[in-house]
């Protein structure tokens, strides 16, 4: 009967803890700790497109979807958000957008381009 136990924990032990990993890196918790917190000046005061200085309002929406050139991503989940409020990762799939693509001019920039430090 030890002999069962003991192969029961060495079965079990590696289970609860690939198990515990997993919940640790759920997307939407992983989106929540990325959220944009509310600053005294408004973050979107901040980014616009590096290209065409065009800025997003809150009510822009970007969509996780197939991408070739140049994020080169496939298995959109089909999330529809801001993307400046998680800081470009996906609230559906967790995917962490490298690339921007501007609703403006339709031209994509790497998305840490589209922060800037100064208030224009």
């Given at each position: 009967?030890?002999?069962?136990?003991?192969?029961?924990?060495?079965?079990?032990?590696?289970?609860?803890?690939?198990?515990?990993?997993?919940?640790?890196?759920?997307?939407?918790?992983?989106?929540?700790?990325?959220?944009?917190?509310?600053?005294?000046?408004?973050?979107?005061?901040?980014?616009?497109?590096?290209?065409?200085?065009?800025?997003?309002?809150?009510?822009?929406?970007?969509?996780?979807d197939d991408c070739g050139n140049p994020e080169f991503f496939?298995?959109?989940?089909?999330?529809?958000?801001?993307?400046?409020?998680?800081?470009?990762?996906?609230?559906?799939?967790?995917?962490?957008?490298?690339?921007?693509?501007?609703?403006?001019?339709?031209?994509?920039?790497?998305?840490?381009?589209?922060?800037?430090?100064?208030?224009?």
């Open positions: 009967m030890p002999l069962q136990k003991k192969n029961l924990h060495r079965f079990l032990l590696p289970v609860l803890g690939f198990s515990l990993f997993q919940r640790g890196l759920m997307p939407e918790k992983i989106a929540e700790s990325h959220t944009r917190q509310d600053h005294e000046e408004p973050e979107s005061s901040r980014i616009r497109c590096p290209l065409c200085k065009w800025r997003p309002e809150a009510s822009s929406r970007w969509q996780c496939f298995g959109g989940c089909g999330a529809v958000w801001n993307t400046f409020d998680t800081h470009g990762l996906c609230p559906g799939c967790g995917h962490q957008w490298r690339w921007t693509g501007c609703l403006d001019c339709h031209q994509w920039s790497p998305h840490e381009d589209w922060y800037t430090k100064e208030a224009d």
